[in-house]
């Protein structure tokens, strides 16, 4: 599945967080060495403020300027705009089915391909081989790692 990679440990959320914080290390790893977020993760986790869904979908401005200058994490723009916008949709999203966790058994229904379309035109930044890692690590169904389903 990793092509070289560390292979993601599995596990499911407890919360809304967990999930914010496992769709922005997807976001993050894509298109970049796996090792580095690896290491850099505890940095990200403070500069997120724990991936608190409420704390980051309410960043402002200033907010991204304080993480566009965080030498300690990696500082690119479009991701960690993502990773705020994508907390304003998953709080969105929490508050209409209860959870994210609940928005996600909505879901389950509809075939990998369909999941993979409307989550991907949801979220920012979230392309296909991501949203393939985060529903793996998330324990989400998918189907087996084959890059023509991706």
Same mark, same amino acid.
């Given at each position: 599945?990793?092509?070289?990679?560390?292979?993601?440990?599995r596990?499911?959320?407890?919360?809304?967080?967990?999930?914010?914080?496992?769709?922005?290390?997807?976001?993050?790893?894509?298109?970049?060495?796996?090792?580095?977020?690896?290491?850099?993760?505890?940095?990200?986790?403070?500069?997120?403020?724990?991936?608190?869904?409420?704390?980051?979908?309410?960043?402002?401005?200033?907010? &991204? !300027?304080r993480?566009?200058?965080? @030498?300690?994490?990696?500082?690119?723009? %479009?991701? $960690?705009?993502?990773?705020?916008?994508?907390?304003?949709?998953?709080?969105?999203?929490?508050?209409?089915?209860?959870?994210?966790?609940r928005?996600?058994?909505?879901?389950?229904?509809?075939?990998?391909?369909?999941?993979?379309?409307?989550?991907?035109?949801?979220?920012?930044?979230?392309?296909?081989?991501?949203?393939?890692? &985060? !529903?793996?690590?998330?324990?989400? @169904?998918?189907?087996?790692?084959?890059? %023509?389903? $991706?």
């Amino acid at each position: 599945m990793t092509a070289g990679h560390e292979i993601p440990q599995r596990q499911h959320p407890t919360s809304d967080d967990g999930y914010l914080e496992q769709m922005t290390r997807s976001i993050f790893e894509s298109g970049f060495s796996w090792e580095v977020i690896r290491m850099k993760w505890p940095a990200f986790q403070e500069a997120f403020d724990g991936f608190q869904v409420h704390v980051v979908a309410a960043y402002t401005e200033g907010d &991204l !300027l304080r993480l566009l200058h965080n @030498p300690d994490i990696v500082r690119n723009g %479009r991701k $960690i705009n993502a990773a705020i916008q994508n907390a304003r949709t998953m709080q969105q999203l929490a508050s209409e089915h209860g959870s994210f966790f609940r928005y996600l058994r909505t879901l389950d229904g509809l075939t990998y391909a369909e999941r993979r379309k409307l989550l991907t035109q949801q979220f920012k930044y979230l392309g296909p081989t991501g949203l393939f890692v &985060l !529903l793996w690590r998330v324990d989400e @169904p998918v189907p087996d790692w084959d890059e %023509r389903n $991706i």
